[in-house]
Nanobody
Framework: QVQLVESGGGLVQAGGSLRLSCAVS????????MAWYRQAPGKQRELVAR???????DYADSVKGRFTISRDNAKNMVYLQMDSLKPEDTGVYYC???????????WGQGTQVTVSS
């Protein structure tokens, strides 16, 4: 069983920065691809960034150049550095661990990010 716990959300002014962290319990963390999703009020959950087990990263167009996803396999952690935040980045951010070929898909409880204008 894999459990994910996000932290680091909060209230920040536009142009500011936040760093989200996701602590992952369970074995074989390094074999999981990891992702961050977000959900704004009244909208569907959307992919923000993902990082494969080998470290290949991918970003939504809306956050390219502003957000950076990283992972520390020794600590079972994944991070999302968010810079130049905009009000439209507001939402609940969720950490996701998955191994598509095995059908493993785990989610954290989410952390609120609010960007004021």
């Amino acid at each position: 069983q894999v459990q994910l716990v996000e932290s680091g959300g909060g209230l920040v002014q536009a142009g500011g920065s936040l760093r989200l962290s996701c602590a992952v319990s369970g074995s074989m963390f390094s074999r999981y691809a990891m992702a961050w999703y977000r959900q704004a009020p009244g909208k569907q959950r959307e992919l923000v960034a993902r990082i494969s087990s080998s470290g290949v990263v991918d970003y939504a167009d809306s956050v390219k150049g502003r957000f950076t996803i990283s992972r520390d396999n020794a600590k079972n952690m994944v991070y999302l550095q968010m810079d130049s935040l905009k009000p439209e980045d507001t939402g609940v951010y969720y950490c996701n661990a998955y191994r598509a070929l095995l059908g493993y898909d785990y989610w954290g409880q989410g952390t609120q990010v609010t960007v004021s204008s």
